[in-house]
């Protein structure tokens, strides 16, 4: 008998040490030039890669349960749905021209897309650039704006839109799920709509605070919305009624935000500057600026929010940061330049948010 309760102990504890592993998970990214690669959590190694079928994959979302992985592949107009039990597209769906950012939400996908798309970064305010820009755009007549087309997974299709404003670059939801807060950053606004109806309910003007607005984010707690503004440099507070608070100085060009899963640090990722900054999400006091690699926009802490992993295009790699000590401990080589980064389990990051 004793023996028979030794062999059971032992085979639970093996059980239990499987789903342990089982439960670190995987790190997706997006490489703008590839597919996906798929990152073991583990080992903290790329262990494959995923053929999304279509050029130019930028955002990504999972869904909560972990079976779906939706993709938006930018040449193409469609989100890729990728079955993560296999690694293989069951479906893409056709969004729009140059769908770029992507949130899941329950059975919903929500993708934001540019119809009147030009290729490549808008140039720097006050350039040569800028104004052959504005008068080309003068010589057309205004600009077709932004969507963000809404798709039933289950269904397969796009079943509505929201018209947001001129290039929208990030997506949030309120607390509550009933809001959609999205960043434009051709016309430097933040444009909040009605999920269920798509009603464009405020917009607050960026200009007067830094413009170009990229990251959005909202804190754990429902109470405080943080966006970034690129050629400010910069990050705007904003309260749930989405009055403007104050503005942080930042090092130059902030893109991707997000709050740890407490609500007490706020991160924030820089571009020109090679840094993720830590904030005090109390004080708004710098913590810590951390080194980190080229052109670094989106990132994404660990499901066990331990580490912080950061999506670096021009370097070619994944910067993995120490949650606690705020020190870089590795980086992981992932070609064609990675741009965004989700996990499952899900974790809070620039382009997800963890699961209570």
Known sequence: MNFRIK?????????????????????YVTSQDGGVTIIDLESMSATGTIDVKGEGPRGLGITDDGKFLIVATRENGSISVVDTATNEVVKQIPVGKNPEFVRVKGNLAFVSYEPSAKAGPPPTPGSEAAKETDKADDDSGPKELARIGIIDLKQGKKIREIIGGPETEGVEFSKDGKLLVITNEADNTITVHNIKTGKLIKTIKTHDYGDRPRGIKVSPDGKTYIATLEFGNKFMVMNRNFKVLR?????????????????????????????????DAKTYEKIKEIPTANRCWHFSFTPDDKQIMLACGKSDAIVVIDAETLEPTKQIEIKQAPWGLVTFPKAMGSLDTKLK
Do not use: C, H, M
Request: proline content about 2%; hydrophobic content about 45%.
């Open 7 to 27: 062999i059971i102990t032992a085979a639970i504890s093996l059980l239990a040490a499987g789903s342990t592993l089982a439960d670190t998970g995987k790190a």
């Open 247 to 279: 503005t942080v100085d930042t090092g130059q060009t902030p893109y991707g935000v997000s709050f740890d899963k407490t609500g007490k640090r706020i991160f924030i990722a820089e571009n020109k500057a090679k840094l993720l900054e830590v904030y």
